[in-house]
């Protein structure tokens, strides 16, 4: 099976850099083994958060700063700024509409009750300017009863600090009473499809709402709503006749499953082929190129294509892989940006910049995977498998996928 470009791994830089190729006419194939990053998504990309342990207000700023094999430093300074811009707009076109800026970080309510800064948020949350000023003295945190990955008392607790009057309660419904019975069965995405089932559900629910949020400002729920569309939340959100602040639930995350949803269908529309659950196993190069990819489902039918892009991601995803004594890359075994030396990996403070979080696939200034120190002349690594950034400490995760493969997707193009 032949196609201009085939890319390693479904998650947001495999979707994003695939949509963006897509949309330029290329024949594109992602094969992704299954569940990504994007199943865990708080309702917000990050770009950077964090520098030095100090909160930045203007990544754009701050990212000037940063070491030069960070991967924003390598994709340019300029390009960032460019893509920063970009980067909303295709998800936009994916039905996912996005809101934040580049130039001043916004803030979120974690699920901890604190503030947090960061990039773009999705419209299913609410976004407020300042870190230290929560708009309403009265609050009500309502949760379904019997759905323990919602932690109300972490809420409460964090919006004391913002002077935030609040109570949580706690509520039944007859429709919710099947899944409840089980503990293991009442999760977020469940919830939703009780949701997604019809609009009387919905409609009781938010005159049950509106009834227990009397003689309070504001309205906190879980992000439980919409799980194939956005449609419910922003129902829900005229039919309540109060501010709603949704909240992430542990995961599975709901908004983050529509959003892989979403890009999926955008992509597949585009005329992009999605192997969903196929794995890729081994590669077949010659004379410095990427020829072919073998999977597992596939058997011994090869994906061959013009450029590859590997976008596995990293320790979470095996697209980096740790045993005791080694590091590597397990699809491709292509050089790691590392050390060698296992003692080096951790930091005995669990709370300091973990070495080996800066790890990932060793690259060319243009992206290109190196391979027994040349780099691979049609294979590029994208996202999370890149090293050269903790995206944890610097809250720079999605800003990372997003823009090294938009980037990608560019030199791919050129
Ligand atoms: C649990 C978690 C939650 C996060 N939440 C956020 C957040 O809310 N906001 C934020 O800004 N950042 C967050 N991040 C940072 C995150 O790294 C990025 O946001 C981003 O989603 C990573 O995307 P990716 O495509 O690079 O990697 P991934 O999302 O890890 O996707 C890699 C994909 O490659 C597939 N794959 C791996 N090996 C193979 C193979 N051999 N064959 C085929 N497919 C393969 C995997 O199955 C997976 O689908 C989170 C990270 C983690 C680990």
């Known amino acids: 099976m032949k196609f201009d470009n085939i890319i390693i791994g479904g998650g947001l830089s495999g979707l994003t850099c695939g949509i963006k190729l897509a949309e330029q006419g290329k024949k594109c194939a992602i094969v992704s083994s299954g569940q990504s990053a994007i199943h865990f998504f708080s309702g917000s990309f990050d770009l950077l958060g964090k520098l030095n342990g100090q909160e930045v207000k203007n990544p754009l700023e ?46 979120v309510l974690t699920p901890m009750g604190i503030m947090k800064p960061t990039w773009l948020t999705i419209d299913d949350f609410t976004r407020f300017e300042q870190n230290d000023v929560f708009p309403w003295k009265k609050a009500v945190i ?3 009863s019997g759905f323990l990955d919602f932690h109300t008392l972490f809420v409460q607790d964090g919006l004391k600090k913002y002077d935030v009057d609040v109570q949580i309660k706690n509520f039944a419904m007859k429709e919710f ?43 906190i729920l879980p992000a439980v709503f919409g799980l194939f569309t956005k449609n419910v939340v922003t129902d829900l959100k005229s039919m309540i006749n109060k501010p709603l602040v949704l909240i992430p639930a542990i995961p599975p995350s709901v908004p983050g499953i529509r959003s892989q949803i979403l890009l999926r269908k955008r992509f597949e ?44 991601g990293s320790f979470y995803s095996k697209g980096i892989v740790a045993t005791r004594d080694k590091l590597y890359e397990p699809i491709l075994g292509l050089d ?6 296992s003692e080096k990996w951790l930091d005995e403070k669990f709370f300091n910049d973990q070495p080996y979080m800066h790890y990932g696939v060793k690259t060319d200034s243009g ?34 996928s997003l823009l090294t493969s938009l980037h990608v997707a560019e030199q791919i193009l050129k």
Request: aromatic letters at 8%; hydrophobic letters at 40%; glycine letters at 10%.
């Open 62 to 107: 701050a990212i000037k700063t940063l070491p030069d094999a960070h991967p924003y430093q390598r994709v340019g300074i300029k390009n960032i700024a460019r893509l920063a811009v970009e980067a909303p707009q295709l998800l936009d076109r994916a039905g996912l509409q996005f809101s934040g800026k580049s130039d001043q970080n916004h803030f």
């Open 177 to 219: 009473e099947a899944i409840r019975r089980n503990p293991s069965e009442m999760r977020s995405t469940n919830i939703a499809k009780v949701f997604d089932q019809g609009e009387d559900v919905l409609n009781e629910f938010a005159q049950k709402v509106n009834q227990l949020s009397e003689g309070f400002e504001v309205v």
């Open 269 to 312: 529309e585009l005329g992009g082929t999605y192997f969903l659950g196929d794995i890729v196993e081994e590669g077949t190069f010659k004379n410095n190129r990427l020829v072919a990819v073998q999977t597992n489902n596939h058997g011994n039918i090869k994906l061959e294509a013009d450029q590859f892009v590997l976008a596995s």
């Open 367 to 400: 992206f290109r995977a190196l391979k027994n120190g040349k780099p691979i002349e049609n294979l590029f690594a994208a996202g999370s498998v890149l090293g050269g950034a903790n995206a944890l400490k610097e809250g720079s995760g999605a800003g990372i």
């Open 142 to 144: 309502l949760n379904f």
């Open 336 to 341: 790691i940006d590392g050390d060698i030396d």
